[in-house]
């Protein structure tokens, strides 16, 4: 798994790469990279997931997390370019309820700034 | 005046900010016109009633108001339905400067009339002389009359004053700034007396000329009027708002003010207290006019004493607002401030029993005096602020009936009661001595209503203020716990990934979930089906797309009850066990990962024996975090304290951390000393002590929390944020759980002193010369620091009160920041106040500073 982040509009984007799971991950997981973002002030986050393949349940734990850190101090984490077989699969699991998942990530950058 | 000096001015008497410095002067200069032109009216009207009518005859004045009062409440409402707010208090105060005029007309033609008497001579004859007598030809009508004007004049002017300043102020600011209004008025008050005493004394004026003052300062009052109202028009048109709110809502009835206050218990207790308040007063000023009668037989003289009364009221009102009212409020709250004005005169009452004839005036001057003393200030304020929490809408309706209606229909019943005992209790007959105790006797009972009807608003105050204040976002846990099934979703997945390494491991993952799921057919497709066949553009078209399963007919086998036993006795056999405990001796020694997973997973399956949980414990140090993760799943069915140390170590793997939380939760409270050892060995990896808060916030027992607050007590820096998280989560799931307020506290000010460390140390960068202004990573470290000091807050306080006061202050509206600030102002102490305070408000960072300072010397 790759990670690159950018920043456009006060929105820290997550660009992710390969596979979100327990063995393909370093170290520094995406929820510490996220925390550290918060850490530092920001309060919006994307994750572009359309280079991601395939996630597990360590994968889907990182995510949760990264969205409780955010949520709990007031942010936004959001979802953009998911696959349809994982949006699928978020939806049968309800993860939809919970994440704000966007198609495009245009889109998603427009809509930190609603309300 | 430059906006800088006029807020310096201002600030002497109020909070003034710099934006709100003119609307502020203007305002409060109306309100000083206002009681000014009053202050001249009321001893004309006073010296007017006295001297033309009888003891018994007083309370008509009192009671044609309280009759005839809705009436002009009507037209007033009628008024408004009908023109724009700025033209109808313009309106209004026109039609009262023409009025003035008549009156004024009518008492000097009164007075200067002149009448043919017969005079006889020393020589016997008589022969007829013009004399100018002052007689009033219809009798006391016109007194009566004109007392009913002055009640409308005052009752209209005082709401038309209020209705402007909640035109222009949200409540936050009117908080600040009522004080500075109140001393507008007091001002006004002290300078229309003296007024009017120096020129009965000086005899420079008769009293019916001192109308001819009144309409100059009207005048000056509509100058102030419009310009308040032209100023925010400009600051609309400037912000591109097209129409007021509240005054393009303002269309109301006279009956729909009415039932604004029926439709809701705190406006009927808030108008409850004030009629018993005015009932009282009412009685205490018929006390006050027997005591002045008996005692000044000369007109004159009792005008003048009135007059000096009066004014004397209004100057100890103005030392005792400057110097107390803002000093009782900043300490003790509104709730004690409430009851300062009944106690107080409930005592005085009292005292009626044990007062001598001949210290009738004394008694009488304290008692009517810290009355009217209260009235002008401390009542006056808590009253409007005790509107605070009341919609805009519906308080400009309500205020209309409570200021116009009940404040005079309960003078009008103190009037009615001094009436009836009057006559019942033949106060003719009666020495001063026993009226006074008599009337005493109401008085006393009123009070202890108002004292009843006050504690009974102010339970009310809270709730009315959390009314209007929503949470703005859930916690991240809550909102995922209230739609996501965690573990299921976790089991899900790895069913979905075991799926493509082992057809053991799926399956086991598949049974695993059918056992303790009950499963959507949607979620059994998916489970079901290959995972290259994940190719449909949505659900109808990929469960339509008749691709292969995995097995035919799996969905229906794993949900049939019988296999389910048949698996399970299975496990139960003791050949079983002894073929599987070979079994995982040869995996755990496999070097292939998906052998050890499949081992790993097999164990939790299984029945518990010594030789599983051997090799779950070796599963447990495996280096592959995958079959780890297994391994800890396994590890939470069996729950064997050995396992504990094992699994502690996997709190420090970030790829592992997450399992072994929720494995050491299912362990349960029991390993709680075992987790409070780690959590404060410094030895320990950090990453392990960072993820022990979590675990102990989920069991949710006092012992975790009283583990926490000792941790957080420790003031050890790398824990502090996940500690306070973990006692912020214990509090939200647990409101039984108890926190001692001596240990939390000094963590509390010890937060808001980093805070303040952190901008004085920004400060005095800006004072070498550097910009005044925090940093991104000072700002964060605040916004953090701010965060943290509330989360600890709901150990003390009601968490929703202080969560939903947090999120509107970050990110509400400018109204539902002002209620929060006004729900800490209620709910925190005295010193806690004084320097959070500086922390919370939108100030300019240099004024932020400055406060912190101040709030520093104060403590």
Redesign the interface.
Known sequence: MLIKTRETNNVVIFDIEGEI???E?M???L??QVKSHL???KRNILLNLEGVE????????EI??S????????GKLKLCRIS??LF??F?????T??LDIQEDCEGALESFDKP | MANGRLERFLNRFADVRGHEAHAALYLSGFFFLITFTFYIIKPVKESFLIGFASAASWPYADLATALLIGFVVALNTRLLNRLPRRTYISATILFFIGSLLVFWYAFDVHQKSLVSTPVADSSGGIFFVWLPLAIFKAGTIPVFVFSFWTDVFIALSVTQFWIAVNDVFDPYQGKRLVGLFVTGGLFGGIAGSSLAALMVVAKLISAGNLLLLCPVLLVFALMMVNLVYAEQKQLRENAGAEVDPVQAGARVGYWESFLAVKRSRYLLLLAATLASAMVAGSLINFQFKFVVKSVFADTNDRTFFVSVFFLGILVLSTVFHLATTGRILRSFGIRWALLVAPALLLVGSLSVFLVSLGGLLAWVLIVRGGDKLFDNTISQSVRELLYIPVPADIKYKAKIFIDMFVNKFATGLGAGLYWGLYRLSGFDYKGDVAILREIGVLVIVFLVLWIGLTRAAYAEYPAVLKKDLRRITIDGDKAVQQHVDVDLTRDVFDALQSRERSTTLYLMNVFDLVRKNNLTPELKEVLGIKQDEFRARSMDRLFDAGGEVFFHGLDEAIADKDLASEIDLIFLLPSYQEIMVKRLAEDAGSASEVDRMDAAKLIGLMVRSPDSLRFLERFLQDPSPEVVAYALRSAAVHQRVEHVPLILRQLGNPLTVLEAQGTLTNYGPGIEDQLRSVLGDQSEALEVRRAIPVVLARFGTQRSADILLDELTRRRGDLEQEVIDALYKLRADRPEVRFREKQVRPELLYLIEKSYEICLSASGVAAGGGAAVLTSEAKAALDLNVRRIFDLMTLLHPPEDIVKAYQNILKGTRRSGDYSLSLLDDLLDRELKALLFPLIEDLPFEERVLRMKKAVRLK
């Open positions: 799971r327990r063995s991950s170290q520094t997981t929820h510490n850490d530092r002030g395939f996630i597990d349940s360590f994968g889907v734990g949760l997390a969205y409780i850190s955010t949520q709990n101090l007031g349809k077989k699928l699969i939806q049968i699991t309800m993860l309820k919970v």
